[in-house]
């Protein structure tokens, strides 16, 4: 069965970090495009990272430049993002998804991330 589940999510205080996980199953997460999104209550889906193929070209949302980091150790599983100095208005589900916008786009089921004191 092809899928992708996010984890790694919870609460945690302004300042503070989180590292999400993606993981999939039924295909090898390296060999694709892999995109993380998030969305706040109430607010549109928002792009945060990509990682191309191979991890060669990794690009993120000027909100999240120089805190979020997309990792991977190999192009098995899993991918990572790491967040760090986390806002009260980063408070959102995060969404890893495979091919974003082609073929065979698949997505994951979300994570809950929420910041606040």
């Known amino acids: 069965q092809v899928r992708l589940v996010e984890s790694g999510g919870g609460a945690v205080q302004p300042g503070g970090s989180l590292r999400l996980s993606c993981t999939a199953s039924g295909f090898t997460l390296g060999y694709y495009i892999i995109t993380w999104f998030r969305q706040a209550p109430g607010k549109e889906l928002e792009w945060v990272s990509v990682i191309i193929s191979g991890g060669g070209t990794l690009s993120y949302a000027d909100s999240v430049s120089g805190r979020f980091t997309i990792s991977r150790d190999n192009v098995k599983n899993p991918l990572y993002l790491q967040m760090n100095s986390l806002r009260p208005e980063e408070t959102a589900v995060y969404y890893c998804?495979?091919?974003?916008?082609?073929?065979?786009?698949?997505w994951g089921e979300g994570t809950q991330v929420t910041v606040s004191s």
């Open positions: 998804v495979k091919s974003i916008g082609l073929p065979g786009e698949l």
